[in-house]
């Protein structure tokens, strides 16, 4: 297992939106930006309407072709754009609504990208999930056994 934090400062995360979740998308490519990290901004950046699989697979895509070392996807509900990227091997999308679901998702789930919902979490309360996401380590021990099996 290579190191439990996901990310460290100065490391490329991906960020991704569809149409719904441009404007959150900014809000959190300026706290990435803030905790040192280097966004790479896959789009979209209009409120003109798209279709939430392309950003997620390009995002996953990004990941995997170690463009960037985790990710962040950005939706209405955050429900659609994180099943897309969960379609690829080796991703691990983690629909989170606040500070503990995000907490969980790293250390028990070693989740790689932070999915939520535009319309579901206040810009406050998306930027502390954010810096919980990239704080949080994963925890190992019993949880590893069960991310292998999701990697089988």
Known sequence: ???????QPGDV?????????????????????????KPLDLGTNSLDSVDYPD??????????DKKATAGVAVCGSG???????NRHAGIRAALAHDENTAKLSRE?????????????????????????FFATEFAGGRHAGRIAKLDQ
């Open 108 to 132: 028990h789930n070693n989740a790689n990208i932070l999915a939520l919902g535009a319309r579901i979490v206040s810009p406050e309360t998306a930027k502390a999930m954010l810096k919980t």
């Open 13 to 37: 995360i991906a960020i991704a939106s569809d149409h719904a979740g441009v404007e959150m998308k900014e809000t959190l490519k300026a706290e990435l930006s803030n905790l040192g990290f």
């Open 79 to 85: 429900i659609g754009i994180s099943i897309a990227a």
């Open 55 to 64: 950003y997620g697979h390009a995002l996953a895509k990004a990941i995997l």
């Open 1 to 7: 297992m290579s190191d439990l934090r996901i990310a």
